[in-house]
């Protein structure tokens, strides 16, 4: 990655591009990808050109709403959609064949619960999310980059927490997992630092995947591999 892909601040504070925990790749669409978005899009697609989300209004009831950063290709997004009929979920992503594959599953699946955004994450937050809203939110298996001098892109950052922080209700929970030790490490960190945040696991570490986290593509393919997984979750105390 070169520095013009990362620039550094013009002046003090002030960056001619963001850092981006991602990096665009251009996937083809494959026909089913491609079909399932032009007949998903108009009831399941959300766009941060119409802002600020009113989430009664968008699934047409009241229910705790569950964010996701980086679904992927989307499977275990809709199935714990379908595994959570009274919650609404919201996915992010910004590759164009996952949000294909995920649509066509939801369709298949006939969800009504679900939504998804193709758009860079920390754009949807500040745009789209109203502040205090959240019941949890997901990140599972984030793009490690493993090498050090790309860890600035790791998207858990301090004041990344913080912005999500104000998105979730109080009693919300950030729940995250990685099969990347490293980058386990890096989340306690950040988060053990985080201010307004309590840790859930009794030994101040990691949890037990819980339940309603199936095993995702990435999970397997670390068990494959001989990789760990950690799992933590935080809980908004203030
Ligand atoms: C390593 S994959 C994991 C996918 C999935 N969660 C899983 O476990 O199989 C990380 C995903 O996060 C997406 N991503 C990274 N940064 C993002 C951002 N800022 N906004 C939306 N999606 C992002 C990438 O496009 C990629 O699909």
Known sequence: MSDQQNPQPEKEGVYLRQIRSFVKREGRLTKGQARAIEANWPSMG???????????????????????????????????????????????????????????????????????????AVEVLAQCIPDASLARMQLYFPDPWHK??????????????QKVRQKLAIGGVWHMATDWENYAEHML??????????????????????????????????????????????????
């Open 46 to 120: 959300l766009s941060v050109d119409n802002g600020m989300l009113d989430f009664s209004q968008v699934f047409g009831r009241q229910a705790p709403v569950v964010l996701e950063i980086g679904f992927g290709m989307g499977k275990s997004l809709v199935e714990m959609a379908a595994a959570e009929p009274d919650k609404d979920f919201i996915g992010i992503e910004v590759h164009r064949p996952g949000i294909g594959a995920c649509l066509a599953d939801a369709e298949a699946a006939g969800l009504k619960n679900l939504r998804v955004f193709e758009h860079d």
């Open 148 to 161: 050090a001098r790309h860890h600035k892109r790791r998207i858990v950052q301090p004041e990344f927490a």
């Open 189 to 238: 960190e950040v988060m053990s630092q985080a201010k307004g945040y309590n840790n859930q696991s009794v030994s101040q570490d990691y949890v037990p995947r819980p339940d309603f986290r199936p095993l995702t593509k990435f999970e397997q393919r670390g068990h494959r591999l001989g990789h760990g997984v950690w799992d933590l979750m935080f809980e908004r105390i203030a």
